[in-house]
């Protein structure tokens, strides 16, 4: 989607960024970047471990004093990479985003004159030099906490929502993020999923730490904001209708999926095939989505849905008494258990990712740093054939997941953009607070 102008400044507004300031890795001089500044953007995303800030900065020349000389910022830090930068920012409301980050990527543009910084967090880079050695047995929520607070070291809040099934298994030596990942699709909710109907969890990071939850989770949570695309020329949504806290500048359905695809990735189904080497047995199962999700299913063309049962085969080796818990005697007694449920657990979380990107958005809105990724807000949109703006789509209203959210500083202003989600189509919920 195309950026928001509403009008341009000369430069950025110091009253949106109160802090971005860089640290020499020699010896913790600091530089304020603020002076240069031409773009600044911050990004937040469920499909994402990490959270980033890309910014441009224009390198006067004479920016550090070294030795009675005036340096630019490559010369004066000098600039290495991995400095520590040190940024804060706020929206017209006084909603602050702070945070610690470190440069992964600069790049010269324009003859050296000006620089692209990529900031990233600390665990991002720690990720790529950590091996995770150890076994680690139980929930897998549990497993979840150890490895952020344990093998990354983060001081960062981590919040997780408990699983109900439990996975054993070996580091292997692979990196912390491999693991959340592996461990994502294996996981159940013990609150907001039904064992062998639900299944998938997503790892992200926002401003306010790190977060594990259910995609059922996400979808069940409270709105933290209600907007609407209506025909009122304020920007800043003071004519709002009631119940609404936002207006949307601009909109765009982006429904990149389209039904063969959906089908093909196996949203509406799938068959599983397990293969057991010890006693040869072999199945075949179709697996269908549970029937209280069949609501999320009703738009769908029924002529159609028996070659939606099974588009997608899996194939898996049933895998038995593998790193089993407890004592030795316990450990015997489950040596022909299987290790884990193909059926009730990955099917299903491979059919729930596919599912919650049946239905995707993208809107643009006023600087609100109030909202982040995995946030839950309710969206309507105007009826455009009709005159009263506050007439809404039926279909395209309700309830949506942020999976990205990027705020944009520059001398065109300061926007927030979001990429939206839900696993159904029509309009769900009210936009009463």
Same mark, same amino acid.
Request: aromatic share 2%.
């Given at each position: 989607?195309?950026?928001?102008?509403?009008?341009?400044?000369?430069?950025?507004? $110091?009253?949106?960024?109160? $802090?971005?300031?860089?640290?020499?890795?020699?010896? $913790?001089?600091?530089?304020?970047?603020?002076g240069g500044l031409v773009q600044f953007d911050y990004y937040e995303s469920i499909l994402n471990h990490t959270v980033k800030v890309e910014c441009v900065i224009v390198d006067t020349g004479s920016s550090i004093l070294r030795d009675g000389k005036m340096l630019s910022i490559a010369e004066g830090l000098p600039l290495c990479g991995r400095e520590l930068v040190s940024i804060k920012f706020k929206d017209i409301n006084d909603n602050e985003i702070d945070v610690n980050l470190y440069v992964n990527k600069f790049t010269p543009i324009k003859t050296d004159s000006t620089i692209h910084f990529e900031l990233v967090s600390k665990e991002s880079i720690l990720n790529t030099g950590i091996k995770v050695k150890d076994r680690l047995d139980g929930p897998i929520s549990q497993s979840i906490k150890t490895i952020v607070s344990k093998h990354l070291e983060s001081s960062k809040k981590v919040e997780v929502e408990q699983t109900s099934n439990t996975y054993n298994f070996l580091g292997n030596c692979k990196k912390p993020f491999y693991i959340i990942d592996f461990l994502s699709k294996y996981a159940v909710s013990a609150t907001n999923q039904v064992y062998g109907e639900s299944a998938g969890y997503f790892f992200y990071e926002t401003s306010e730490g790190y977060f594990f939850k259910s995609i059922d989770g996400l979808l069940k949570q409270e709105k933290k904001i209600s907007m609407i695309n209506n025909d009122t020329?304020? =920007?800043?949504? =003071?004519q709002l209708p009631k119940n609404y806290n936002a207006k949307i500048l601009k909109y765009e359905k982006d429904n990149t999926l389209n039904s063969h695809t959906k089908s093909t990735i196996g949203a509406y189904g799938m068959k599983l095939v397990l293969f057991d080497p010890f006693n040869s047995f072999y199945s075949e199962q179709i697996v269908e989505p549970p029937s209280s999700n069949e609501d999320k299913l009703k738009y769908l063309n029924s002529e159609f849905r028996e070659i939606d049962k099974d588009p997608r085969t899996i194939y898996q080796v049933i895998d038995r008494g593998t790193i089993p818990g407890g004592n030795t005697m316990q450990q015997l007694e489950k040596s022909q258990d299987p290790r884990f449920d193909y059926k009730n657990i990955s099917v299903q979380s491979n059919m729930r990712y596919n599912q919650l990107f049946s239905h995707t958005f993208k809107i643009a809105m006023i600087f609100n740093t109030s909202i982040h990724a995995g946030d839950a807000i309710f969206?309507?949109?105007?009826?455009? =054939?009709?005159?009263?703006?506050?007439?809404?789509?039926?279909?395209?209203?309700?309830?949506?997941?942020?999976?990205?959210?990027?705020?944009?500083?520059?001398s065109d202003g300061a926007f927030t953009y979001c990429s939206l989600v839900r696993d159904s189509f029509g309009r769900s919920g009210t936009p009463s607070r």
């Open positions: 989607m195309s950026d928001v102008v509403l009008g341009r400044d000369s430069e950025i507004s $110091k009253d949106n960024i109160e $802090k971005l300031v860089i640290f020499s890795n020699k010896d $913790k001089e600091t530089i304020d970047l603020r020329s304020d =920007a800043q949504g =003071a969206v309507d949109i105007r009826k455009l =054939a009709h005159s009263n703006s506050d007439d809404v789509d039926s279909l395209s209203g309700g309830l949506y997941i942020i999976t990205d959210i990027r705020h944009r500083i520059s």
